[in-house]
């Protein structure tokens, strides 16, 4: 053997991060980071009609789902251990306007998937979409008016279709809109109704970004003119989302959510360091599109990139991740 200075300076090294690496079973009693189906709300697309599955073209293997199927999907995910979901109906065409009328109408479709799958499964929670893109013929979360989005005119809208939404079973109403105030809005409706037990989950840091165009196409929701930078977060930023934050919770917000995911981690980090409630992360459409596409194209491994990207979400602190992966990530977890 030839003892070069640098060899020698090797062999009398101390501290060896490998040696907690060396095995399956260290690794996994020393891991700080834990993923289970528990950690997971599934989005719906919901449809009308019956015995509907839809393919999403822009996310491979998701769907658009009438109610019955939407029935034995959630039944799917009880077993799995998955018990938390989105909804995000799908508004026909022709009852959308400009005053997204169809947004407060108690026997509309959008609150009558809320009404029926809380009816059939007790036990299941339910974040509900507030925001008026779906049912807003400009594809806007506002009101628009002389093509300026219109922010106190519209959280009275929101307040209202919250309160529809909590008196239909919602567990957590979730503004997704991004206007000023709309979380003290609803939070004052609601209590003036007697709803103090239902929950505001908050889009707090919701990011204008390119990684929602999947969802938009699945809904059929896209901005009809503009873009939504007056109101979602300019990427550029980070300090606001503690503005966001101080707001939301004073405001009375019981969850607080950080929107894209992958790209905005740090966003989560900082938000988990300053945050009193529990923090959600949104692993949008785009997000899934990325991995779907690109395992399809054989670039890479889907099972072991959807599983360290839902980690890395949870090691940089998010308490649940909505996900569109739920389902089969919680299989891949359930076989392990
Ligand atoms: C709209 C809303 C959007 C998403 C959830 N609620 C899209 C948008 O703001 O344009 C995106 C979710 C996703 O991309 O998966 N209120």
């Given at each position: 053997m030839t003892s070069s200075k640098n060899q020698v300076q090797l062999f009398s090294q101390?501290?060896?991060?490998r040696r907690n690496r060396r095995s399956e079973a260290i690794r996994n009693g020393i891991a700080e980071t834990h993923l289970s189906p528990e950690h997971f709300v599934l989005p719906l697309f919901l449809k009308e009609g019956k015995n509907q599955r839809e393919e999403i073209k822009s996310m491979p293997d998701y769907f658009r789902l009438s109610l019955d199927q939407a029935y034995s999907e959630i039944q799917d995910c009880l077993d799995l251990g998955i018990n938390k979901f989105a909804l995000f109906p799908v508004i026909s065409?022709?009852?959308?306007?400009s005053e997204a009328t169809e947004a407060l109408n108690p026997n509309g479709f959008a609150i009558e998937c809320i009404r029926q799958i809380k009816q059939k499964f007790k036990n299941v929670i339910l974040f509900t979409d507030v925001a008026l893109d779906p049912f807003n013929s400009d594809g806007h979360d506002g009101l628009v008016k002389n093509g300026e989005i219109l922010n106190d005119q519209t959280v009275q809208i929101l307040a209202d279709m919250a309160l529809l939404q909590a008196k239909a079973g919602a567990d957590y109403v979730s503004?997704?809109?991004?206007?000023?105030?709309r979380v003290r809005a609803i939070r004052h409706h609601l209590d003036n109704h007697g709803y103090t037990q239902t929950g505001i989950m908050s889009y707090t840091a919701k990011y204008a970004s390119a990684f929602y165009g999947p969802f938009r196409d699945a809904l059929d929701?896209?901005?009809?003119?503009?873009?939504?930078k007056t109101y979602q977060m300019d990427y550029?930023?980070?300090?606001e989302c503690l503005l966001e934050l101080m707001l939301d919770l004073k405001e009375g917000a019981d969850m607080v959510m950080v929107k894209p995911a992958l790209s905005y981690l740090d966003i989560i980090r900082k938000i988990k360091q300053k945050s009193s409630v529990p923090v959600t992360a949104y692993n949008v459409s785009g997000e899934y599109a990325m991995i779907k596409f690109a395992s399809r194209a054989h670039a890479i491994d889907e099972k072991k990139a959807v599983l360290e990207s839902l980690t890395s979400i949870r090691r940089a602190g998010a308490d649940l991740i909505f996900t569109y992966f739920a389902k089969s990530a919680a299989g891949w977890i359930n076989a392990e």
């Open positions: 101390a501290i060896r991060p065409e022709t009852l959308k306007n503004p997704s809109d991004m206007m000023d105030g929701s896209a901005p009809k003119f503009g873009d939504k550029r930023n980070s300090k």
